[in-house]
């Protein structure tokens, strides 16, 4: 392992829900227009998927947690403008290199339909997932055996009560 023991592993990356909104108004335009799809977005990783890695590359006290954010953009061409800009393009090397105009402009105009605001813009959704873990040192924090508690949360709940947590 390239971390020194107890030594911290920080990423965060984009998650598999991002750009869904591209990712669908894509679909239905490429089914329309071509009979079938190429991607046009690179696959990216599932948060369920996330701890697993961290598990995987032999890290302790793995921790994954997630967050969404939603950018509004003037139109789908604006948006792919930007993502162009961003480096964003798609890195699969097995996809259709050609992008046929009417397809392109048919995935901006379903893009608008289905999720355009009353103000014409339109949403681009972000999902960030952070993972955190920890090269193994033997000073670290070990989970208890199971069973080994001596409180149990039915105790717990008795003594401090249960709270309702509003979303």
Not at 22 to 39: D, F, H, K, N, W
Not at 85 to 114: C, D, F, P, V
Request: hydrophobic fraction near 40%.
């Amino acid at each position: 392992m390239a971390l020194k023991p107890d030594g911290l592993f920080l990423v965060s990356i984009l998650g598999g829900e991002t750009l869904r909104e591209l990712r669908i108004a894509c679909t239905v335009a490429q089914m329309e227009r071509e009979g079938g799809i190429s991607p046009r977005i690179s696959p990216l990783a599932q948060v369920r998927d996330a701890g697993n890695l961290l598990t995987r590359a032999g890290l302790a006290l793995p921790a994954v947690d997630v967050d969404e954010f939603t950018i509004r953009y003037g139109s789908a061409l604006e948006l792919i403008e930007h993502l162009r800009s961003m480096g964003e393009t798609n890195a699969l090397l097995q996809r259709n290199q050609i992008l046929k105009k009417e397809t392109a402009l048919a995935t901006a105009s379903i893009y608008q339909s289905m999720f355009g605001g009353e103000d014409g813009s339109i949403p681009a959704t972000f999902q960030v997932i952070y993972m955190t873990g920890w090269a193994p040192d033997p000073s670290q924090q070990k989970p208890k055996r199971r069973g080994s508690a001596n409180v149990s949360f039915e105790d717990l709940q008795r003594e401090f009560g249960t709270s309702q947590q509003t979303p």
